[in-house]
């Protein structure tokens, strides 16, 4: 058999549309120029109950943190509302969420069944959005709920991705 199993299921960004392994055209609900962390995307129409953000990747080797955030728009300044902050803290071992809404942020989260990142190993976190939350899973585990803060979930646009981590997939 040639080739890796991470070759064949490899999702290959071409003219702004995703390609399945076959090769044939599917159309992109998220548009990804290249995971290049720190990473920043567009999610084609906004989020949506029943939407779903999917982000796989490696923790680097000796990680500190890394966030992953869904936010209106890409905006500096003033700074983009953010729907939802996650944010994986390596020394303390935790997964904290927030939002910040108008230049104020929010009440912090950091309940946790467990802390899932391992340092050098694969991870997948899907992020759903319901109606009245965001349902955050981890390597297929329902980790966490985070209420929304924002309403408009159709201004919620954009996918930012920083620090400690290689990404292998978005979807």
Not at 43 to 52: D, F
Request: glycine share 8%; aromatic share 10%.
């Amino acid at each position: 058999m040639a080739g890796s199993v991470a070759e064949r299921d490899a999702v290959k960004i071409e003219d702004g549309h995703l390609n399945n392994s076959l090769g044939s055209p599917v159309q992109a609900e998220v548009y990804f120029p290249r995971l290049i962390v720190p990473f920043c995307g567009h999610i084609k129409g906004g989020m949506r109950p029943g939407k779903k953000v999917l982000i796989m990747g490696i923790v680097d080797l000796n990680p500190e943190s890394f966030d992953i955030s869904l936010t209106c728009g890409d905006s500096e300044d003033p700074p983009a509302d953010v729907a939802i902050e996650l944010k994986a803290i390596f020394p303390d071992r935790q997964f904290l969420r927030n939002s910040c809404v108008s230049g104020e942020w929010g009440e912090e989260q950091s309940s946790l069944p467990y802390f899932p990142f391992i340092p050098d190993q694969p991870f997948r976190v899907e992020i759903l959005c319901e109606h009245p939350r965001f349902r955050i899973f981890v390597d297929g585990h329902q980790l966490f709920d985070f209420y929304h803060r924002i309403e408009k979930l159709s201004s919620i646009d954009t996918i930012k991705i920083n620090g400690d981590l290689q990404l292998t997939k978005l979807g």
